[in-house]
Each structure stands twice: as structure tokens, then as C-alpha cells.
């Protein structure tokens, strides 16, 4: 009889043991990874952007300064495209998904969204603040069949910070307030690194292991762009892409 | 004593009513527009009308309730019973009520049996949660044709016009404030997009909702330059309170100068 | 069946066993305390519900933990969200349109009393009478049970105006399931309702004793009787109504949703419905139900005056039950002045205006009826009839708003502003309330067997009177100002400045409220300690003073009495009891 406990204790101990260092061990080694990094432009002419008309809301015109315009098409220095996801859409083991521990933020501020495009990982936290002096509400449509849940919350100022997390990859949730009704934001859930593009158009996915990848450059209203990719240890793979003007 | 206690507590809040009203504590802003006036001469006649009947009916309830407190005295029943009580009020109420309605027929014809000026200038709202858009027909004077399909508010296009293959939509002005000529007939058509909205200026004595799958047509001459608030009246959903516009009673000029800013925004 | 017949039918034995007799009776006086038990407890959550809106109007920051408990998605931190105080309010109004103000003065002392005063052992469909208990129970439940679902109750107000109440959840918060809990909440209600009115009707018709003509009938039951019939044609309506609804928000269907709406820029499949139509079909229900509500209150008032001033009312049972006849009628025709603006023909509103006009003539003769029967009188003032002073009060007050909103061009400017809220606050709301209170005060003794607190008693009419003006009047008021209702939040410049007067009737509404506590104190101090009530403690006239307090299983102890008078024999001191075959007196 004791024996047997013995060798049962003994082997859950072992079980324990292997499962935590499947656990804990980190699947992408600092040594092992890689880099990808490249921007990306526009072709052509940005569509014309009118600028916003906030009368309606006088808190957000204090606010929000000098006119500003949708987002949908935001051209930075040198052509640069910005406010583009790029994520690793093929090619990943599954194992290199080291969800980020810190909560991503979008913070509603002069009645925009900041960042207008906010990329994060699957389980991943995502913070919603109010920096205004007004209330708004966070309506989120992601597709009904994506298996994300809709929500749509209103957030008075002064409230304290909305604490969520998406349980599905979809490239990209659609935010929108109905009390400033031109309010829009994107919310990209990936898997894997993932990058968005700056003010200059360029991109970096940080944590690569090498192999070969399809990489997806998404843009609200160009739509989606791949392109395959090969990535070596220590060294950053570079690709560029252009979306062209319709 | 209790009747006596009840008859003052009634009178004082007789009073106290008819002072806030009398000396306007809480009252209607300065019309600003045409058929106002017609309104406003309405409210006041009822306003009297009905405030010397609660005054009379509360101050009789007072009088009999401090008279006839206690057990001391006979029973008296009011001379020729119920018919005298039957006949004034057919009488009394019937002749104001047949005023009120005469009266008030001809305000509220002023404002919804008149058919608008030909030449009014035409503005299109637009109403959804939890905004308003205007929509001036530019140059061509012809709105474009409403896809709703179309709708994108993240990109502006809150009333579905399809600029790129409709020539009459081209040239529509889109935008969050309304702006009118003042001492000009104007003629909007309400259309909301989703639920139930209203269009509710007080200074201009307008209050009109918005029917989903409906086009309702409302007129108005406003008589006074200045910048008044456009607020929602019917329940629309979270944002009700906040859905609010700007109403710009412009000169003719001041019009014609903004309308061409906002043109050239578009 | 004959009347004999159906009063022998229906005269069972007494009830053995505790769930048999206090739960699943169905005995006509416990339905009748079990509604008002029902009532009580709603009208404590509504009156909740209120302050927690009350308080956010005037001090938008002030944090309530208590609602960040209840609802941490409305009121996350205790600090209310727009859509929070939308869904209070809207069960605000539902609670207390359906649950207090139709439940209490009507199924409540209606079910306890009508029988009795009718003379006859219980209602004509005991077991029907039992289920609609039990049904505006399942109705309650449900209507509660929004509180604790994820989605929260719903916020497009008692009203439920589609398609903000028919498209589903696309239309915002509050409008998940507790809208559909809603719609099936009001069915049930109008289910109970309908079961209700019918046994009310049969009962005074086939049940009345020996010599209890219709002429010879209470007051209260006459008010009771006619209101059973504008319930049966009012609520046949509503429970359609509601359940196309449930149809357009879970069956797919467009009866009120027409085409072409867009939500969140996405396009909604529905086409060919009405919004119109939902208001027109809401407020044929709808006018009727303040008259549903306050016709009780008419008979309750009419039948607690004669007993405390020691007179008959002025033209007798006739002149006020042809008024409330009258009334009850021409509320069937006046449902389109609550949609003056609503995009409604213009001519419409003409036509809906004058007979909304006139309907003041027959109100009016029931107030004068009221205040001129106190002429010469030898007024008792008991707590019943103080309340029974104070309904008539607001009634006057209440009234007079509706000349306001009776007219198209004025209401045009004060439609949707809190004028109308303190108009009808004043006259379903806080009359019936009032009269209830009379009947609770008056009927206490009956029901319980002992006497509520003379001084309690008068303390909470005192404070209630006048906090009831300091909150409802100064709406009224404000409502001048174009003080817009159904707002969460002040943000308008003209709006702002009327922050002052809500803080005036925040605190005037908690007082309000506190003081009702000064009421559920005195129940139930009076029921538990109150001193033992004699048969008649308040030399009345009618049948239900000549039994005991409280009365027998089957009401009368096995007697059959005979009517010999009719209900309002009183001559200052004097009175005859109306089975007493002694002479006349009035």
C-alpha cells in the first residue's frame, strides 16, 4: 500500500514537473529569433477626406483643436501608408503565440479614437479609456460568424477604463460610437507577432522564428495584400508592400 | 383644525403655482419665426383660461374643506342639487373648449394646413442615432437619390448618396449644421435612417418627429439671426440627450458666404 | 345558468391546509390581499428606481454602489450610464403603470371588496380569479428578471415605440432579451387582465343579493364595474400588440419595422411595417389604461367621501356613474392626442383634439360632484378622507395640464418636455396613488381586523401632499422652459440652466419617498400591534361594514342578506345601513 502511493506521488510529481517545462519553456529562443521589418506606400492619389463637422458636440470641438479629417486613407511622409497591419497569416507553428501580457489601450480622446488602428493578439487584454468630457459609447461589430462576441457600452466621462479580451483571430473588428457617430477605429486580433504600419509607412514584427511565412498587409479600405517571406535567425527579413489608389 | 390646516396648505400652493407662472420663472424663450406668435397667443389663452379654473377649483375645495369641518351643524345640500353643477360645467367648459378648439385649429392651421412657398429653400435632414445631417441640394437645385445601402458613417457618407455614378448627389452639401436665411421660407423633409428621432427647436415653436420609412415635410420663416439648439424629443436609445444640432439663422450674405465654405469642404 | 344557479355553484366549503389557504387560494380576499402584496412590493422598486434616476439628474457624478452591485455593466463603480437610467426608467413606468397603478385600486381592493359588496360569498370564477393572480405574478417575474439577465432591461420606455423596441439588439444596449422578457411580461399581464375584467363583469352582473339593484350598488363597485369593461377592450388590444412585437424582434416578421433602415451602417433585412401603426395600436391601449387606472380611483374616492362628510354625493349614484360611464366611453377616442407631432395627419390631430377636449366636460362634473358635496357637510377628517381631499386636489391640478396638451399648436411646443410627465404624474399617477391610500386607510380595518395609526396616518398624507406638488408641479413648470424628458443627462445649454430646479425635485422626491416609509411602518406596526377594529369603525353603510373585520371565508357567515337602501344613506350623525329595513335618512 505504500508503495503505491509512494510511486503515485512520485510520478504525478514527475508529470507536474514535465508539464510546467512544457509550459514555462520559452518556444521561441531569444537566440532563434528573427526579424521582419519594411514599409509600406500608396500608389497613387489618397481619396479626398472632408474634414469632420463636431458641432454637434461641443465638448469634442474644445477638445479636438483644428478640423480634422476620417482616417481611412492616412498617408504619412514619403508615400508611406499608415495604419496597416501586417501579421503572419501562414507558416506559424502554433507555439510561437506569446500573448502579450501587457493590455493594448485605445483611448477615446477629442471624440477619435487613438490609435485608430489597434492590432493585438488572441487573449490578449485591451483597456478602453475616456479622456473626454463626454460620454461615448464603444461599439464593437465583429463578424457574426467569427465567434467574437458584439457588445456596445457606453462610457460616461470620468468612468473608469473598459477591461476586454477577443477570443477569435479577425482581421479587423470594426469599432464605432453612435454618439459621435463619425468615430471609427479597427481592432486586428492575430496570432503570432504582428506589426502596424507608422507615420512613415513602416512596419517591424519583432520575435520571428525562422522559417517561411505568408505575411498579410491589411488595410481598412484597400482590403488585404500577401506576400511570402523568409526569415533566417538574427537577421530581419525585409518586404515591402504598395497598395494602389482605386 | 385639519380642514383649516388643508385649505391653507392649498391656498399656499395655489399661490406659489400661480406666481411661477405669472411672473414666468420657468418660461418659453423668444419666438423667433413666423407662425410663433400664433402659438404663443395660444399658450397664454390657455394659460389663463386654465389657470382660473385650478385657481376657482382649489379655492373652492379650500373654502368648503375650511367651512364645514366638525359635527355641529345640519346637513345642507347645495340649492337645485347636481343640474346646476351639470349645466355650468356644459356650459362653462363647453363654450371654452369649442373656443380653444376654434382658436387653436386656426394656430395649428397656420402651421400644418398651409402648403409651403414654392420657393422655399429646400433643405433635407437626416436623422439616426444619435446625430442629425443637412443636406442642400447645390447648384442643380435636385438631390441626389438615397441608397441606404450605402450609408458609411466612418467615412462620411451619412446619407447613402452615391457621388460616383449619381450626378444629381455630386453636388449636395452634407452637413452637421443647419444654417437658414432668416426672414426666407424654409422646407425641410424629415427621413430618419433607423428609429424614431424629433426635430425640436423651442425658439421656433417647432416640434416634429421623424418616422422611420416615412418623408415628412415641415415649414418655417425664421425672423431672427442667431444660433439655437436642434434637440432630440423622442426616445432614440442611449445617446437621446446627446443628440443635439445647431440651428444658424443667418442674412441672406452671411448664408450664401457659408454655404460656399461648406461646399467647397465637400 | 341562473343567478341562483352560479351563486350556488360557487359557494364552496372553507379551504383546509396552509398552501391551499393563503398561497394557492381562491378565495376571493386573499387574491385580493396578494395583489396588493404584489403592489406594495413593485411600488417600492419602482420608487427605487426613481430616486437612483432622481439623484443622477441632479448630481450626474455621484457614485451609487449599490447600483454598481446590482447592474456592474449599467453602472460600472456605482457611476450610471446613459443606458442604465433609460432602462430604469422604463421600468420605472412599466412597474408602476402595470404593476402598481392597474394592479392595486382595481384587482386589489376590487377582488377583496366587490364581492362583498355585492353581497355575494366569492367571485363567479374563483379558479379563473386565482389563475390571473397568478399570471400577473409570472408577469412580475419576468419583468424583474430583467434586472439579472447579462443584456439588462430595456430602455425604449413603457411605451416601447418601435423600431427602436422591434429591430433587436442592433438598436443598442437594452434591447437584447430584456425587451423580449418585456413584451412577454406585458402579456402576461394583459392575459391576467382580460380573465380579471371578466369575472369582475359577471360577478356584479349575476352575483348581487336580494335587492341589491344596480341603483343600490357602492360606488366603488360601480367604478370597479365599468373600468372591468374598459379593461376587456383595452387590453384585448394590447396583448396583440405585444406579442407582434416579440414576433418582429424573435420571429423575423415586420409589423412594425419598415424597409430600408440602417443600423450601424449595416443594412436591416425587414420591409413593409408600420412605426405608426405600433402607436396607434399602443395608444388605443393606451389612453384607455390612465382611464383603466383612474376610474378605480373614481369609484374609491366617490365611496369613501359620503361615509366621512355624513352626506350623500350631489346627484347621487346617478351623476357621478354617468361622469365615470361617459368617461370610460369617450376614452376610446382620444388615443391620438399623445401623437400630435408624431407625423400623424395633420387633420387627424383636429379630429382627435375636440373629443380630448371634451372629455373634460364629464371629468369635470365628477370634481365639481366631489368638492360640491363637501358644501354643507359635517366633515370627519380621517386619514381616508384626507387622501380622498388630496386626489381631488390633484386631479383639479392634473386636469388643468391637459387643456394644455389637449391642443395640437400648444402641445406642439410642450409635447416631450417634462410638462407631460408632471401632467400625468399628476393625474393617473399620484390621484390614483392617493386614492389607493384612501382605500388603504379606509379598508385596513376590514381586511386586517385592526386599526391603522390615526396620526402615522395623517403625518404621511401631510408630508405627501405637499412633496408630491414641490416635485410635480415644478415639472410642470419647467416643462415652459422646453425642458426636454427622457434625458439621462443635462448638456444642453437651455437644459443646464434647469439643473437648479432638479436638485429642487431630487431631494423633494427622496423626502417623498422616505416618507412612504412612514406608511409601510404604520402597516405593519398596525397589523401586527394596531387596536382590535369593531365591524364598523367608520358608521358606513355598505355590506362589507356588516360582517366582521376581518370577514369569513364566506363572507357573511352563511346569512343571505337583503338590500333595502341604496349605498349613501347619511344625514350628519346618522346613517342606515343598507341591509337595515329601518327608513330612510338621506
Known amino acids: 500500500m505504500k508503495t503505491r502511493v509512494r510511486v503515485a506521488l512520485f510520478g504525478s510529481l514527475l508529470l507536474a514537473f514535465a508539464f510546467s517545462a512544457v509550459h514555462f519553456a520559452p518556444t521561441v529562443g531569444a537566440s532563434a529569433t528573427g526579424q521582419i521589418v519594411g514599409t509600406v506606400k500608396l500608389d497613387g492619389q489618397a481619396p479626398h477626406q472632408k474634414p469632420i463637422d463636431m458641432s454637434k458636440d461641443p465638448a469634442c470641438a474644445q477638445a479636438g483643436g483644428g478640423p480634422i479629417s476620417a482616417e481611412n486613407v492616412v498617408v504619412g511622409a514619403n508615400g508611406g501608408l499608415v495604419n496597416v497591419v501586417v501579421y503572419i497569416s501562414q507558416g506559424l507553428t502554433g507555439n510561437e503565440a506569446s500573448t502579450s501580457s501587457q493590455p493594448a489601450t485605445i483611448t477615446q480622446k477629442g471624440c477619435k479614437y487613438v490609435p485608430h488602428v489597434l492590432a493585438l493578439n488572441v487573449g490578449q487584454h485591451m483597456t478602453v479609456m475616456n479622456d473626454d468630457k463626454t460620454a461615448h459609447n464603444i461599439h464593437p461589430q465583429p463578424n457574426v460568424t467569427g465567434g467574437n462576441s458584439q457588445w456596445n457600452k457606453s462610457q460616461t466621462a470620468g468612468a473608469g477604463p473598459i477591461d476586454v479580451a477577443w477570443t477569435n483571430e479577425e482581421v479587423a473588428i470594426p469599432v464605432k460610437c453612435n454618439i459621435h457617430p463619425w468615430m471609427r477605429a479597427y481592432i486586428a486580433v492575430v496570432k503570432g507577432p504582428f506589426g502596424v504600419s507608422n507615420d512613415t509607412g513602416s512596419f517591424k514584427l519583432d520575435n520571428v522564428p525562422p522559417g517561411t511565412y505568408t505575411l498579410t498587409a491589411w488595410q481598412e479600405t484597400y482590403g488585404t495584400q500577401t506576400q511570402k517571406v523568409t526569415v533566417a535567425a538574427g537577421k530581419p527579413a525585409s518586404t515591402d508592400f504598395t497598395f494602389k489608389a482605386k | 383644525m385639519v380642514g383649516k390646516i388643508f385649505a391653507i396648505v392649498v391656498v399656499l400652493i395655489t399661490l406659489a403655482t400661480a406666481y411661477c407662472v405669472i411672473a414666468h420663472v420657468w418660461w418659453m424663450p423668444v419666438d423667433i419665426s413666423v407662425h410663433g406668435p400664433r402659438i404663443d397667443h395660444q399658450l397664454e389663452e390657455t394659460v389663463l383660461v386654465a389657470g382660473l379654473l385650478f385657481i376657482a377649483g382649489q379655492l373652492v375645495l379650500a373654502a368648503f374643506a375650511f367651512l364645514y369641518g366638525g359635527t355641529g351643524h345640519k346637513i345642507k345640500q347645495i340649492p337645485g342639487g347636481a343640474k346646476p353643477l351639470i349645466i355650468f360645467a356644459f356650459v362653462l367648459v363647453g363654450t371654452e373648449v369649442l373656443a380653444l378648439s376654434s382658436i387653436g385649429a386656426r394656430a395649428w392651421g397656420a402651421v400644418y394646413f398651409e402648403q409651403p412657398d414654392p420657393a422655399s429653400t429646400r433643405i433635407d435632414v437626416q436623422a439616426g442615432q444619435f446625430a442629425y445631417y443637412f443636406r442642400y441640394p447645390g447648384p442643380d437645385g435636385k438631390f441626389g437619390a438615397l441608397h441606404p445601402d450605402l450609408i458609411n458613417e466612418g467615412n462620411q457618407n451619412y446619407f447613402g448618396l452615391d457621388t460616383d455614378h449619381d450626378s444629381d448627389a455630386k453636388d449636395d452639401i452634407v452637413t452637421a449644421e443647419l444654417a437658414i436665411p432668416v426672414n426666407k421660407p424654409i422646407l425641410l423633409t424629415l427621413h430618419s435612417k433607423d428609429v424614431g428621432h424629433s426635430f425640436y427647436v423651442r425658439e421656433l415653436r417647432v416640434q416634429q418627429d421623424f418616422v422611420p420609412g416615412l418623408n415628412i415635410p415641415i415649414h418655417f420663416t425664421a425672423t431672427q439671426t442667431g444660433r439655437f439648439e436642434i434637440v432630440c424629443t423622442q426616445l432614440c436609445g442611449l445617446g437621446h440627450y446627446n443628440m443635439k444640432a445647431y440651428l444658424s439663422v443667418l442674412s441672406q450674405s452671411d448664408f450664401d458666404d457659408w454655404l460656399k465654405k461648406q461646399a467647397s469642404m465637400q | ?586
Open chain 3, 1 to 586: 345558468m341562473s343567478a341562483t344557479a352560479i351563486r350556488e355553484a360557487v359557494h364552496h366549503t372553507a379551504p383546509q391546509g396552509f398552501i391551499r389557504k393563503y398561497v394557492f387560494s381562491v378565495d376571493h380576499k386573499v387574491i385580493g390581499i396578494q395583489y396588493l402584496t404584489l403592489s406594495l412590493v413593485a411600488v417600492f422598486i419602482g420608487m427605487a428606481l426613481s430616486w437612483a434616476m432622481r439623484i443622477h439628474l441632479a448630481w450626474p457624478d455621484m457614485r451609487i454602489p449599490l447600483l454598481g452591485w446590482l447592474s456592474p455593466n449599467g453602472a460600472p463603480g456605482g457611476l450610471m450610464t446613459p443606458e442604465y437610467y433609460l432602462s430604469l426608467m422604463t421600468m420605472h413606468g412599466t412597474i408602476m403603470a402595470f404593476f402598481v397603478l392597474t394592479a392595486a385600486p382595481m384587482a386589489g381592493f376590487g377582488n377583496f371588496m366587490l364581492p362583498i359588496q355585492v353581497g355575494a360569498a366569492d367571485m363567479a370564477f374563483p379558479r379563473l380569479n386565482m389563475s390571473s393572480f397568478w399570471v400577473t405574478l409570472v408577469g412580475f417575474l419576468l419583468a424583474c428578471a430583467t434586472f439579472v439577465i447579462p443584456d439588462g432591461p430595456p430602455l425604449s420606455g413603457w411605451t416601447a415605440y418601435a423600431p427602436l423596441s422591434a429591430v433587436g439588439p442592433v438598436a443598442g444596449p437594452g434591447q437584447g432579451w430584456g425587451q423580449n422578457l418585456w413584451g412577454l411580461s406585458i402579456a402576461c399581464f394583459c392575459i391576467a387582465s382580460l380573465l380579471g375584467a371578466l369575472n369582475f363583469i359577471v360577478t356584479t352582473l349575476d352575483l348581487r343579493t336580494k335587492g341589491m339593484k344596480l341603483s343600490r350598488l357602492p360606488l366603488s363597485t360601480w367604478g370597479w364595474f365599468i373600468d372591468a369593461w374598459v379593461s376587456l377592450l383595452a387590453f384585448a388590444v394590447l396583448l396583440p400588440t405585444c406579442l407582434l412585437l416579440v414576433l418582429d424582434r424573435l420571429g423575423g416578421t415586420s409589423f412594425f419595422i419598415p424597409a430600408g433602415l440602417v443600423f450601424n451602417d449595416q443594412l436591416q433585412p425587414h420591409s413593409g411595417g408600420s412605426p405608426l401603426l405600433f402607436q396607434h395600436l399602443f395608444w388605443f391601449f393606451g389612453h384607455p389604461e390612465v382611464y383603466i387606472i383612474i376610474l378605480p380611483a373614481f369609484g374609491i374616492v366617490s365611496h369613501i367621501m359620503p361615509t366621512f362628510i355624513r352626506k350623500p354625493l350631489v346627484g347621487g349614484w346617478k351623476v357621478i356613474t354617468f361622469a365615470e360611464v361617459a368617461v370610460g366611453t369617450l376614452s376610446f377616442v382620444v388615443w391620438g392626442h399623445h401623437m400630435f407631432v408624431s407625423g400623424m395627419s395633420p387633420f387627424m390631430a383636429m379630429v382627435f383634439s375636440v373629443p380630448t377636449l371634451f372629455i373634460t366636460i364629464p371629468s369635470m362634473i365628477a370634481v365639481l360632484v366631489w368638492v360640491f358635496s363637501l358644501y354643507g357637510a359635517n366633515i370627519r377628517f380621517d386619514t381616508p378622507l384626507l387622501f380622498s381631499l388630496g386626489f381631488i386636489s390633484l386631479f383639479i391640478s392634473g386636469g388643468i395640464g391637459g387643456f394644455f396638451l389637449a391642443q395640437p399648436s400648444t402641445d406642439s411646443y410642450l409635447h416631450a418636455t417634462s410638462f407631460v410627465v408632471g401632467h400625468f404624474h399628476f393625474t393617473m399617477g399620484l390621484s390614483a396613488i392617493f386614492a389607493t391610500f384612501a382605500g388603504f386607510y379606509y379598508w385596513f380595518p376590514k381586511m386586517f381586523g385592526r386599526m391603522m395609526n390615526e396620526k402615522l396616518g395623517k403625518l404621511h398624507f401631510w408630508l405627501s401632499f405637499v412633496l408630491v406638488y414641490c416635485v410635480f408641479m415644478t415639472m410642470h413648470l419647467t416643462g415652459f422652459a422646453g425642458a426636454v424628458r427622457r434625458y439621462s443627462a443635462l448638456v444642453d445649454d437651455f437644459m443646464v440652466a434647469l439643473i437648479p430646479a432638479n436638485k429642487f425635485m431630487t431631494v423633494a422626491a427622496l423626502l417623498l419617498g422616505a416618507t412612504q416609509f412612514i406608511f409601510l411602518f404604520n402597516v405593519i406596526w398596525s397589523r401586527l400591534k394596531g387596536p382590535k377594529a369593531p365591524n364598523n369603525p367608520w358608521d358606513a353603510t355598505t355590506l362589507e361594514w356588516d360582517t366582521t373585520s376581518p370577514p369569513p371565508f364566506d363572507n357573511f357567515g352563511g346569512r343571505q342578506l337583503t338590500v333595502y337602501h341604496g349605498a349613501m344613506e347619511y344625514n350628519g350623525d346618522d346613517s342606515v345601513m343598507q341591509t337595515s329595513p329601518a327608513a330612510s335618512v338621506a
